[in-house]
């Protein structure tokens, strides 16, 4: 019977994987360990069946090759086929990082997801819920949202940048307008605009940049009640309909 901890080496080159590779390991933090463990097992046995073939083709070719190769493997690793498992160990954090580097490539003709931005957005699409979609693409297609609290604090604003699965309660705007919405109406009425105050910043040559003004708003997930798009018309209905209730 083979040692035990050969027998966990692919399921290790597995978990690597899943761990190295960004969108793989932002994916897994918003699942449960037990579909991260079975994943594991899944691309471990993948990563065996790859190294074995791989191994195979290079036999096949140039079987010297293959003979040095495996000294540097070591002695107990290459007994009774042992080479493979020890491969696949290996096989899975190199392709995590060469999965890594071709993200990282394709994120050049994303210029709006910078960083592990696009890895985010990509594991958004596949495991996030509603909430963390409209998040996504309000950040991805610079949309303003409207968003309302549990203390009907109303704002409206940009996203600033996708959270980590690991940060996922926290949601960062910048805010164009904000007010509350009325208990019993549930109305809206918009109090602060924060554009003009910007633009005033800007103009001055005081800041070259809205965020040089560091006001950012960090809003707690499980504070929103309702959250959606905020078109630009609509935006301008409301700005009108305040001004002319300040001048009355």
Not at 62 to 67: N, R, T, W
Not at 182 to 203: P, R
Not at 209 to 228: G, Y
């Amino acid at each position: 019977m083979p040692p035990f901890d050969i027998l966990l080496l692919p399921l290790v080159g597995g978990y690597l994987f899943l761990l190295v590779y960004p969108l793989a390991r932002f994916a897994h933090q918003r699942l449960d360990r037990q579909r991260l463990l079975f994943h594991s097992i899944i691309i471990g046995i993948l990563l065996v069946v790859g190294s074995y073939m791989a191994r195979d083709f290079v036999e096949s070719i140039s079987p010297g090759l293959v003979k040095e190769l495996q000294k540097l493997i070591p002695e107990r690793f290459r007994n009774r086929g042992f080479g493979t498992p020890f491969a696949a160990f290996n096989l899975g954090w190199m392709l995590g990082i060469l999965f890594w580097i071709i993200t990282l490539t394709i994120s050049r003709f994303y210029p709006k997801l910078k960083g592990d931005s696009l890895s985010v957005y990509w594991a958004i699409r596949v495991t996030g819920d509603d909430f963390d979609k409209i998040f996504a693409e309000a950040f991805l297609e610079k949309h303003m949202l409207q968003i309302t609290l549990r203390n009907n604090k109303v704002y409206v604003g940009y996203i600033q940048k996708l959270a980590p699965p690991t940060q996922a309660n926290q949601l960062t705007i910048l805010p164009v307008i904000s007010g509350y919405r009325e208990s019993e109406t549930k109305k809206i009425n918009f109090i602060t605009e924060y554009l003009s105050v910007y633009q005033e910043y800007i103009g001055t040559g005081q800041i070259t940049a809205i965020d040089d003004l560091e006001m950012q708003i960090l809003v707690l997930r499980d504070e929103i009640i309702t959250v959606n798009k905020f078109h630009t018309q609509i935006f301008d209905s409301f700005q009108g309909n305040t001004s002319t209730s300040e001048k009355e």
